[in-house]
């Protein structure tokens, strides 16, 4: 769960803005997701494009934080807002507690935290960027989601007034329920006394949970049981699948530095047969022309190639392949606080029951000893007392039955979907690495035939041309064209050394070198 106060710095009211956009006529049924997702994520005129942008440091020091702004644009390319509101990190993370609360048993999406506790981290440009991404893709996602919809909190967190946003966080600071439900009409004093001994009560029930007794279940508890083992067994294979995945997707980059030692090092021993020794280099090429054998500069220029392509390619798996799979992993965790707010019910509903229980102990107990005893009416005051209290019992049971129910309802809606959406994750993502490694296996193809007799029969075929500049002294270029992507030029930098710019990969020669007689 996160916590609403990670960030302990004094808060200061954000400035007022437009009012937010009324909410949606959207489709019902299987379309409502869809509909609601072009609704906010399309491009044309009658659509709704959310965004948070424009990150405002305010304070100093210990009470130094960020404000984000979050505008609603009619068409993602518009550049009037119709709404605007400003917000912090710990007003998300209060959204994210308020609509668990409003709606227990939806899946809210999950704010990923990053916790940093120097002041020069919390405020680095690096952190800010990293928490603008997620709040942005957490908005998005509750924007659409159907079971947040006509949420309180939202309403208030999007308020163009800055009281109304603060009144709403003082008058709900966090995510607990009233367990006093049914003693509406009692005086402050009882409904206190009630809600120590509901604790206690509860701390019982607990304490027998933890000893191996099992919670009163509803006649859906069966369908509950199946949903947890099917999230723990889910949870069990993502973990795998993402330890796997990811040692994948970091194999290209363990290879990419890999290849660049091994040109560095090429380069160096190539170094050994200086300018002084251009005679016999003439002739060792010539004994290398009679073998077909390529010279120790070809073989080292190839490394390099192979060096950037491993970092674009692992770039490119990471954003297509890595960030999902944590994405995913995500998801099964908002699902599992989604179960745990339904087993809170499930206890709430549990202790009534047990206290159903005790007084119906205490009114059998109470009028017993009122028959036996002598005195007339002497016990009547404390059994009408105590049937009060039964009764209040009972009302609030019946009370928590049907929030649980409905609650169970939509962990179970819930769970239709997120099982769909499970399984188009999972095979979209390896559909995406699939074709990472086809795309990239091309021009790593390419560049090894370079360094096999005749060019290996398919240098020609290969996605890499290479411009030379021989005598020119001007860099010289290997253009690597991106299937389905972006063209990646990388730059040969003939005094400098070899520098990788759409990589950020700089190979560091330390000397002046012809690259162009190769």
């Given amino acids: 769960m996160i916590d609403p106060n990670k960030e302990l710095f004094d808060s200061s009211a954000p400035p007022p803005a437009s009012a937010p956009p009324p909410a949606p006529q959207s489709a019902s049924g299987s379309d409502y997701d869809d509909a609601r997702e072009r609704e906010i994520e399309g491009g044309s005129g009658d659509t709704l494009h959310l965004s948070v942008t424009d990150p405002k440091q305010i304070g100093e020091g210990r009470n130094a934080h960020t404000f984000y702004r979050i505008d609603v644009r009619q068409g993602q390319y518009s550049t009037d807002p119709i709404a605007s509101v400003r917000r912090r990190y710990s007003d ?3 959204l994210f507690q308020r609509l668990h609360a409003e709606k227990p048993g939806a899946i809210v999406p999950i704010i990923p935290h990053t916790q940093a506790v120097q002041i020069s981290k919390r405020m680095s440009e690096e952190l800010i960027e990293e928490r603008r991404v997620y709040l942005e893709g957490f908005l998005r996602k509750v924007q659409v989601h159907p079971e947040l919809e006509g949420a309180a909190s939202l309403a208030a967190f999007f308020s163009p007034d800055a009281e109304v946003f603060e009144a709403a966080k003082k008058a709900n600071p966090g995510n607990g329920a009233d367990d006093t439900t049914g003693l509406e009409d009692t005086t402050p004093t009882e409904k206190a006394k009630e809600s120590v001994k509901h604790f206690f009560v509860k701390v019982g029930i607990k304490a ?8 009163v279940e509803t006649s859906d508890g069966s369908r509950m049981e199946e949903v947890e083992q099917y999230l723990n067994t889910l949870d069990h294979h993502v973990k795998a699948l993402s330890k796997a995945t990811l ?14 030692e091994l040109g560095q090092s090429l380069f160096g021993l190539q170094q050994t047969y200086g300018p002084a020794s251009d005679a016999a280099d003439d002739d060792d090429d010539a004994d290398t022309s009679e073998q077909n ?10 490394f ?4 950037a392509i491993n970092k674009v390619k692992h770039d490119d798996n990471h954003s297509k392949v890595g960030a999902p799979i944590h994405e995913l992993e995500w998801s099964i965790k908002a699902a599992r606080l989604a179960v745990k707010r339904r087993k809170t019910l499930q206890l709430t509903y549990t202790t009534y029951q047990q206290q159903i229980k005790n007084r119906e102990t205490n009114v059998d107990k109470l009028t017993k000893l009122a028959r036996v005893n002598t005195v007339q009416g002497s016990y009547d005051a404390q059994i009408v007392a105590a049937q009060k209290l039964l009764d209040g019992a009972k ?4 009370k928590a039955l049907v929030e649980l129910d409905e609650v169970t309802q939509r962990v179970i809606r819930e769970m239709e979907r997120f099982k769909k959406d499970v399984d188009q994750q999972l095979r979209n993502l390896y559909v995406s690495h699939a074709s990472v490694q086809v795309d990239y296996s091309r021009q790593l193809d390419s560049e090894w035939n370079k360094l096999l007799p005749n060019g290996g029969g398919g240098g020609s075929g290969g996605s890499m041309s290479r411009q030379s500049s021989k005598g020119s002294g001007d860099p ?6 991106q299937r389905r992507s972006t063209g990646v030029v990388i730059s040969l930098c003939v005094n400098e050394g070899w520098k990788f710019d759409d990589c950020t990969f700089v190979w560091s020669m330390g000397s002046t070198h012809d690259m162009t007689s190769d």
């Fill in 208 to 215: 027998k949970v933890a000893r191996g007794d099992k919670l």
């Fill in 247 to 260: 040692y994948l997707v970091n194999v290209s980059k363990d290879t990419s530095t890999t290849m660049h």
């Fill in 304 to 307: 390099a190639s192979l060096s």
């Fill in 476 to 481: 010289e270029t290997l253009m690597i064209d």
């Fill in 293 to 302: 054998l390529p010279t120790l500069k070809t073989i080292s220029n190839v």
């Fill in 92 to 94: 998300f993370q209060w």
């Fill in 395 to 398: 009302l609030s049971s019946d």
